[in-house]
């Protein structure tokens, strides 16, 4: 079966340059969830996207910016990237109303 | 808010020793708990969810509202089970998860 798609799957960044993340949810899928995971830190919710409207904000910070296009894959955009952005970016997908969430593999990016 | 608890960072059984991993959570209405298992930085996986009552693996949680918590366990550890496990909270308010700290098991021969 198919699953969430992420690319790219690794990222090298300078600080305060700028990254842009890329989900595919799983077909049929209308909602997507970015989760940012930090060194040996716990996945911290970011936002959510249904239907390109952003559903629901976590800890994201204002340099990040994020949206949902008609496919329903979602990109987030980083800006001033900062060495603290250096984590594991989990893309998540689900159908509206379902429980679970299956998550894609991840973007790591290293920002030097 | 919500909040979940996993008090055990790292946790080290024998292979074929039941093991239990814990979670407690704090939330006000009524959620619904998951575990995600995570190998080697992989992605997440999800193990179990409250609501379907089943077994994955082996691996088997009860949600239990009066000490609220969702403890994980199995009773026949495996050296394959060694991985980073995830509970998560879903609130009824919204649809994000809330992760807890998660716990490193590892299963050793």
């Known amino acids: 079966a198919a699953g969430v798609i992420q690319s790219p799957r690794h990222l090298i960044k300078e600080k305060r340059e700028t990254a842009t993340l890329k989900c595919y949810p799983i077909p049929r899928h209308d909602t997507v969830y970015w989760y940012q995971q930090g060194p040996g830190q716990d996945p911290q919710f970011l936002i959510s996207f249904y239907e390109k409207m952003q559903s629901d904000k976590g800890s994201i910070p204002d340099r990040f910016s994020a949206q949902q296009f008609s496919d329903y894959h979602s990109e987030l955009n980083m800006s001033s990237l900062e060495l603290g952005d250096s984590a594991l970016y989990f893309c998540?997908?689900?159908?509206?109303?379902?429980?679970?969430?299956?998550f894609g593999p991840g973007t790591r990016l290293t920002v030097l | 808010a919500q909040r979940v608890t996993q008090p055990e960072k790292l946790l080290s059984v024998f292979k074929g020793a039941p093991v239990e991993l814990k979670c407690n959570y704090s939330y006000s209405g009524s959620p619904e708990l998951f575990w995600y298992v995570q190998y080697s930085r992989q992605r997440l996986q999800l193990l179990l969810r409250h609501i379907s009552r089943e077994s994955i693996k082996g691996f088997t949680a009860d949600l239990n509202k009066g000490e609220t918590s969702f403890h994980l366990k199995k009773p026949f550890a495996q050296e394959e089970d060694s991985a980073m496990y995830y509970c998560?909270?879903?609130?009824?308010?919204?649809?994000?998860?809330?992760f807890g700290e998660g716990t490193q098991l590892t299963v050793n021969p």
């Open positions: 998540a997908s689900s159908l509206v109303g379902a429980d679970t969430q299956y």
């Open positions: 998560a909270l879903r609130g009824t308010s919204g649809s994000r998860l809330t």
